[in-house]
Structures are given as C-alpha cells and as structure tokens.
C-alpha cells in the first residue's frame, strides 16, 4: 500500500519555464510534507518543507503548496534552470513523539530541464 | 553537510555471505535511519534508531538488523544476503525539533 504517490515518473521542462511537481497521499494522519532533490552517485538533499497548518511556503525559487482536503502537494520550480534536473522525492511524516520522525516517500519523479 | 559518512561507498558480495554497513556522524544526533533506494519504490525506511541501543523496525526490515552500541555509529547488517537486497542504501540523521533528515552519500550493494 502506498501512502506517498508520485504518479508522474517524469517531466521535461525548458529553461526558464515553471516545473510543477506532484505528490499525493493517502493517509490522513500525515501533518508534516518535505520535498528532497537527488543526484545520481549521491544521497538526497532536503529542498523545503511545510506543515498541515500552513497552505504554502516558499523558499526563493521554490514553493509548495498543500492541500488537505484533497491530500495533495505540489512543488513549483520558477523559473527551472538546467542544474534542477534531478529526481525529486516528496515525504510525509506523522507529528508526536511516538512516530519518532519517520519518513514515507513517493516514488520520486525524474526532472529534466532542458537548455 | 551534515557531517556523515557511510562505509563502504561500494561493495558485490556472494548470496549467503553477511554484510555490515556502517553509517557514522560527527555532530551527536539522537535519531539515525537506514533507507533502500529502488527503482519504482523511492526510498523505503529499513531500520530507525532513538538512541543508544534503541532501535526499531521500518517498512522492510525482514533479513536485516541493526545496532548502535554509541551515538556516532549505527550498523546496518545483512545477516544472510540474498539478490532481493541488491540496492542502494542510505543512511540518514533528524534535527532535534525538526522533522528534516539528511542524508550520507549511500552505499551502493550488489549481491552475486
């Protein structure tokens, strides 16, 4: 059963462009979404996150946007710049101190941003 | 950079030989987490830790353990490695307080 999906496996996208990355989820308990972007030969890299209580959170090219009703997140890129091309992994996590942290991710969706 | 490193980078190992990763920090963090990386599957949580010798299982923790006999180690080992477990394995650490964990560079295992 996956609770994190990525049903998108890839997107190409041309420089300058706005890239909008998807991710759903089924388990209403999630209150917590992080985006993370990799590399090939290297290990995942923490892009932004944003809590059940807030509807959008932006960090200079980057924002996303949660909605709760319909258990979904999406990642805007603006403008895409050819370095963005990477795999990029949406999370979710449970708050309280019993899920320790732990994190459930999609299946990760291939971002190419062509020149 | 979060000052962890994962021993080793790469490793091919026979069917039925047991394996140990080793995931090492440098910064004193409490919570540590072994992940698989597959294709289709993103990253898939094996085994956690809270603290010093406690542990706990993940999604996929059938044919692996794990220990972490001090703050700066947490081994993960394949006790009887089978192809199935030909992967990429990742280790990571959480900020107190936060729910970011970042990550070690990998291990990249195949099994023969």
């Known amino acids: 059963d996956q609770q994190v999906k990525q049903n998108s496996p890839s997107l190409s996208v041309q420089e300058g462009r706005i890239s909008i990355l998807n991710c759903d989820y089924t388990n209403s308990m999630f209150d917590y979404f992080l985006w993370y972007k990799k590399y090939p030969a290297e290990g995942p890299t923490f892009l932004i996150s944003?809590?059940?209580?807030?509807d959008k959170n932006e960090d200079g090219r980057f924002t996303v946007f949660l909605n709760k009703s319909a258990k979904h997140l999406s990642l805007h890129i603006v403008p895409s710049q050819p370095g963005d091309s990477a795999v990029y992994f949406c999370a979710a996590s449970i708050a309280g101190g019993t899920s320790y942290g732990k994190l459930t991710f999609g299946q990760g969706t291939i971002l190419t941003v062509h020149p | 950079d979060a000052g962890i490193t994962q021993s080793p980078r790469h490793k091919v190992t026979e069917t039925g030989t047991p394996v140990t990763l080793r995931c090492h920090q440098t910064?004193?963090?409490?919570?540590m987490y072994w992940y698989r990386q597959d294709p289709g599957h993103g990253l898939r949580l094996i085994h956690y830790?809270?603290?010093?010798?406690?542990?706990d299982k993940g999604e996929v923790s059938d044919g692996y353990s794990v220990s972490r006999s001090k703050t700066e180690d947490f081994l993960l080992t394949l006790e009887s490695a089978t192809s199935s477990q030909t992967s990429v394995y990742f280790c990571?650490?959480?900020?107190?307080?936060?729910?970011?964990?970042?990550f070690g560079p990998g291990t990249r295992l195949t099994v023969t």
């Open positions: 990571a650490i959480r900020l107190a307080a936060t729910y970011e964990q970042y």
């Open positions: 910064e004193n963090h409490r919570y």
């Open positions: 944003i809590s059940s209580i807030k």
């Open positions: 830790s809270y603290g010093v010798k406690d542990t």
